[in-house]
């Protein structure tokens, strides 16, 4: 198995007013599959992506890909771990302002020993008209574009997306979302993808129904909706 993920607990708070957040979480993925973890806010999934993406330090528990079991005591490992293996996208889309399209996702190819094509990644992201603007200069769902972008040109074998969707209208929603799953499978990435959006599920390979820091529903779709024809 690709990702594993073994009870995962996490809790914030001081001694007598601490709050468990995630109640020993566990699960398993295959290499390539598009995951979407589902689940209401406070339902704890925010906090399980950022303790995948080495954000995060859980409180007991192990994370390991292909076998590899993440370090969290050392930052010095998960710093490279984060390098190696991670994309991150976030509902924010995080731009640096006075750098164009262009090289904002030039930034992501510096973290890593083997990036994929720029110019390939820019045509591959609809971006070729807009990659001389300014962040400022294109659209909400331009930006987001753009750091999708960022995050997989260093290749990473993770792609960890937090609501990327949030913030963006309906048609704008479909289109990121469909950029998604062609660069799953133009590129092969392994898609972590939290959302409080039901109608999501239907375009994972493998969806997880989180509630109240616990796994609820875990399931496999044995046929997929294509994003475009998503309907919300």
């Keep these: 198995m690709y990702l594993e993920l073994k009870e995962i607990k996490k809790s914030y708070g001081e001694a007598g007013n601490r709050t468990e957040v995630l109640k020993g979480i566990s699960f398993e993925m295959e290499r390539g599959e598009i995951c979407v973890l589902l689940g209401p806010s406070g339902s704890g999934k925010s906090t399980l992506l950022n303790i995948i993406g080495g954000i995060e330090v859980p409180d007991s528990g192990s994370v390991s890909i292909d076998g590899e079991i993440m370090e969290h005591t050392n930052e010095k490992k998960l710093s490279k771990y984060r390098r190696e ?38 045509s591959t992201l609809g971006l ?63 898609v972590i993808l939290v959302t409080h959006n039901d109608a999501i599920r239907e375009m994972a390979d493998h969806v997880i129904i989180l509630r109240d820091g616990q796994i609820r529903e875990e399931y496999r779709n044995d046929s997929k909706t294509p994003a475009a024809e998503l309907e919300w």
Excluded at 105 to 114: F, H, K, N, P
Excluded at 133 to 139: F, G, I, T
């Design 128 to 190: 070729e008209e807009h990659q001389d603007k300014l962040p400022s200069q294109v659209s909400g769902g331009q930006q987001q574009r753009t750091a999708i972008g960022r995050a997989l040109i260093k290749n990473p074998d993770i792609l960890l997306c937090d609501e990327p969707t949030g913030a963006l209208d309906y048609g704008t929603s479909k289109e990121i979302l469909t950029l998604i799953e062609r660069v799953n499978r133009k590129y092969g990435s392994t």
């Design 85 to 122: 293996h991670l994309g991150y996208v976030f509902q924010s889309y995080n731009l640096i302002s006075n750098l164009t399209i262009r090289e904002n996702i030039e930034v992501g190819a510096y973290l890593s020993e083997e990036p994929l094509p720029l110019q390939e990644m820019i």
